[in-house]
């Protein structure tokens, strides 16, 4: 995402960025468990309504192709993003980087 600058809904984004930790978590842990990347959500145990997530290959110089992931919830005309490590929020075009802990 390009454009990060200050965010009115900041305290919102970070509220939603909280809740969607224990997918991360849960995501992370399927891949210290299996070596891979879930290919969805459902492969998880618990079901997680409203998020979306998405894997993508990206080419890294020192070692070949690096699968990551994506995961995004949205609501009203803004949202959450998580790449990892980091989560950002934001609407039209305004991002932010949220302190998440």
């Given amino acids: 995402m390009t454009g990060l600058s200050g965010c009115g809904r900041k305290d919102e984004y970070k509220a ?3 809740l969607g ?13 299996t070596g ?3 290919t969805s959500l459902d492969a998880l145990p618990q079901k997680y309504s409203g998020w979306t997530y998405e894997t993508y290959t990206y080419k890294n110089s020192t070692n070949g192709a690096e699968i990551s992931y994506t995961l995004r919830y949205r609501f009203g005309k803004g949202g959450v993003e998580y790449e990892p490590n980091r ?3 934001g609407d039209k075009g305004h991002y932010v980087l949220l302190d998440v802990r």
């Avoid at 930790?21 to 468990?33: C, F, G, K, M, S």
């Fill in 16 to 18: 939603q960025a909280k």
């Fill in 21 to 33: 930790q224990p997918i991360v978590r849960a995501i992370e842990d399927y891949h210290t468990q």
């Fill in 36 to 38: 891979s990347y879930p």
């Fill in 87 to 89: 989560w950002i929020g």
